[in-house]
């Protein structure tokens, strides 16, 4: 779910349960003008604790779920750092008019999301 998700629906709720900015406000500790600004304009990047707070008083949880398993998401960032690594690799091999084949690429590519699947995790997360 994107944060102009969340919005839309803490907008929905207030409309579905027909309480007005001003017992809104009251109820979470946030301001009116706030209020409309985060339930009017999605796009309006909330901070974590007003949406937090106008949830509560809205009577939603908010459940944080993976998308993705904690090995998925480590896959994920081991192909990112392989493709960097491969990206400066083939930079240097243009360079020197040895560019690496589409299969050689392909087999460097896996080996290298191995290792940073099989190393530490801090520098696997490292930027």
């Known amino acids: ?5 969340l919005t ?11 309480m007005p900015y001003d017992a809104l406000a009251a109820s979470s500790g946030v301001s009116i003008p706030t209020l409309k600004r985060i339930l009017t304009r999605p796009e309006s990047d909330p901070t974590f604790s007003n949406v937090l707070a106008a949830a509560d ?3 939603l ?4 779920e993976p998308t993705a398993t904690a090995t998925e998401m480590r896959r994920r960032q081991a192909e990112k750092k392989a493709r960097e690594g491969l ?14 084949k589409d299969d050689e690429l392909k087999e460097l590519f896996e080996q290298a ?5 099989a190393g530490s995790k801090n520098k696997l997360w490292a930027q």
């Open 113 to 117: 999301v191995h290792d940073w699947m």
């Open 8 to 18: 839309r629906r803490l907008a929905r709720r207030r409309r579905e349960l027909g």
């Open 57 to 59: 008083a809205l009577g």
């Open 87 to 100: 990206r400066r690799v083939q930079a240097t091999s243009g360079l020197e008019t040895q560019a690496l």
């Open 1 to 5: 779910m994107t944060a102009q998700d």
């Open 61 to 64: 949880d908010l459940i944080l």
